[in-house]
């Protein structure tokens, strides 16, 4: 059965609706004198959250060599498929691999930061860079270069991804296989 | 050589027509700036302010934008109609301020230019005082129509002839209460001339607003719709009809329907401001000195114009668009009767 809504009769300064007018307008006079929201971009900036997944960077050691050791552990873990990576052997000590080439096409990514958690060494990295504007789709692919430079061009931001994830890795990942206590718990072996 | 005082007048006749036409596509531009400047900051936006100091040449980079345009015309369309739509519209709404008054008379002194003699001469501030001033805007408003329609029907596409089709009726229908809300005024000055009608609002209390409140309402609310602005813009509102009338348009055809619709909106202002806001009269006009008078004049009738457009660009972004059956509702049903009591009740006034 079909409810019947009874509509409220409407009064005569409701049906003249000039009132309503007026408030709306009065309303919309107010706003015209508001704080502004818009922010004038190219001169404020606006301060990114740490953690930002901005434009990707290729991190340096302590000796300003590139620390990436060309796993491809982010090319695997890249859902969008946007890295390419080419190693070649390095007479470095400290590692066997270095990448040749390393490649990102900005224009694939999809900024998800898994590359980033992927990555053992700490090597690939995502900055509160947004400046992500080129003419061609050629500049759009980064190749390593352009992502050392972005390291240098971001050295002092403070709350890169990287950053941030190895924080709260500590604090949540559980420990590994040889970190743990052995079985039987600590009253030792029981023959 | 002295020169012919007819040739003198059709000489100053043809500068005032120039400096109009410059004022007015000016403003026009301008409008637009000052439409995109409220609307963003009514929504606590900011608005177009890169291009030139505040963006104030924003209006200038349109204009090079809309040139450089592609111009299409779709190969079904009536390729004859669909380029003089646009001049229909645009043509009638500029012939509307050959009879608006802009300032009282002035007195040119003699002075020689070039070898010529000129003699002294009287002008007034307005290109033609018709005798039949308000009936001529009143035919002017109604020739806008046939752009829009035949703007819509020519360009062969549903959505335009939607939206010609219910601009006819819908500014068939409010030019009735349009004409009849001036109607009281015409019965109080007793003349359809602009400048009786200005001369008869001499003092202050004497503006019509005070004596024909209704009539400003009246001729407001159906101004608004004669001009398709919101929220009486059913012709072209985007959510149902593209862009109605226009939407086949482009470059500088199109930009030519927005000069006209800005033009009409700079008309319907400058007529509120002359019919029921003094014209050119101001209060105080006494205390101002006699070489200033004309100036203090023209420049109150240019802010009486202006607050208007800043009227018609507040509404636009203060209230919603009426429904169509709405629309027809109310200028038949309310306008209409409201402004025929308003006839009657002037005529038992001035019998009183």
Known sequence: MAIVVEARKMTLAERLYLPAVIKGMLLTLTHLFKKKVTMQYPEVQKVLPPGYRGAHRLNKDEQDRIKCVACEMCAVACPADCITIEGTETEWDDREKIPRTFQIDMLRCIFCGMCVEACPEDAIDMTDNIDLVATTREEMIWDRDRLLKNYDDTRNQEGTLGQVLRKSRKAFTRPRGDQLPAPGGPGGHTH | ?352
């Open chain 2, 1 to 352: 050589m002295i020169v012919d005082p007819m040739i003198l007048e059709g000489a100053i006749a043809l500068v005032k027509i120039g400096i109009l036409l410059g004022v007015v596509f000016t403003t026009v531009a301008y409008l637009t700036f000052m439409e995109r400047r409220v609307s963003a900051m009514i929504q606590d936006r900011l608005g177009p302010n890169r291009v030139g100091p505040l963006g104030l040449l924003q209006p200038l980079a349109d204009g090079i934008k809309f040139m450089w345009k592609e111009e299409f015309i779709p190969a079904s369309a009536d390729r004859t109609l669909f380029a003089i739509a646009p001049a229909l519209i645009l043509v009638p709404a500029l012939l509307i301020f050959a009879v608006i008054p802009v300032g009282g008379e002035v007195t040119i002194p003699a002075f020689t230019l070039f070898g010529l003699q000129i003699q002294e001469i009287t002008t007034s501030l307005q290109i033609i005082d018709l005798n039949v001033g308000i009936l001529y805007i009143l035919g002017m408003t109604s020739i806008a129509v046939y752009g829009i329609a035949l703007g819509g029907w020519s360009a062969n596409n549903k959505f335009t002839l939607l939206g010609g089709i219910r601009s006819s009726a819908q500014m068939i229908s409010y030019e009735l209460s349009l004409g009849l809300s001036i109607v009281g005024i015409l019965m109080l000055t007793g003349s359809l001339q602009m400048s009786r009608i200005v001369d008869a609002q001499g003092t202050f209390l004497d503006w019509f607003i005070f004596r024909q409140p209704l009539a400003f309402l009246i001729f407001v609310i159906a101004a608004f719709a004669e001009n398709n602005r919101l929220p009486f813009d059913l012709v072209e509102c985007e959510q149902e009809l593209v862009g109605g009338f226009h939407t086949e348009y482009s470059s500088m055809r199109f930009s030519m329907f927005m000069i006209a619709e800005y033009a009409s909106m700079i008309a319907a202002s400058a007529l509120m401001a002359t019919l029921f806001f003094g014209g050119w009269h101001m209060p105080f006009e006494d205390l101002v000195g006699p070489g200033l008078v004309t100036l203090y004049q023209v420049a109150g009738f240019l802010v009486k114009t202006g607050f208007f457009l800043f009227l018609y660009i507040w509404v636009r972004w203060s209230l919603p668009r009426f429904r169509y059956d709405q629309l027809m509702a109310i200028g038949w049903k309310v306008l209409l009767p409201l402004a025929l009591l308003n006839v009657v009740f002037t005529g038992i006034w001035m019998l009183v």
